[in-house]
């Protein structure tokens, strides 16, 4: 009698956990996958660290409702313009003291050292030899790395438990 009970189970784990097992590990390979596609960009694409000259500073409305305003600095590094913003820029209790000085004090032609995001966009880092934004550091790199580590790894135990329920008879 206990092992049709035994084999009853064994069948209704194989309808209802298996799916949800699968589909589980199936989000954490790809949270992993997307971390490691984002670092691959931030070191391996970009991730340069050049320096570049400022051409223009404006601000706009951010359109929603309440309304912000973002910061927006365009920098030239030889033949190609990155934009640098600050969301929240009326907000100065949301901003670093470096982040409030370098909105009201920062002109054109100002030379800035800027990491590179993507075509498009760079992050400030250092500006009138202030340090801006730093650079990631050590720890913040090794959290990121830890935690891809963790995901597939959880992952990969979610597997295992769907493989031995599948083959248990």
Wanted: neutral net charge.
């Amino acid at each position: 009698m206990d092992s049709i009970h035994e084999g009853q189970m064994n069948q209704l784990k194989k309808v209802f956990l298996a799916p949800i097992l699968l589909l589980i590990s199936t989000i954490l390979f790809f949270i992993s996958s997307h971390l490691i596609k984002l670092e691959y960009q931030e070191y391996f694409n970009y991730g340069q660290i050049i320096t570049g000259n400022i051409i223009d500073t404006y601000w706009e409305s951010s359109g929603d409702n309440p309304p912000t305003s973002i910061f927006f600095c365009k920098v030239k590094t030889g033949s190609k313009n990155y934009i640098y913003e600050i969301q929240n820029a009326d907000n100065s209790f949301a901003l670093s003291d470096e982040e409030q000085h370098l909105i009201e004090q920062i002109k054109k032609g100002d030379s800035v050292k800027i990491k590179l995001l993507n075509e498009k966009k760079g992050k400030i880092l250092e500006w009138n030899k202030a340090v801006i934004n730093s650079s990631n550091s050590f720890w913040s790199i090794f959290g990121i790395w830890l935690t891809i580590f963790i995901l597939l790894a959880a992952a990969i135990a979610l597997l295992y438990k769907l493989f031995l329920i599948i083959t248990k008879a």
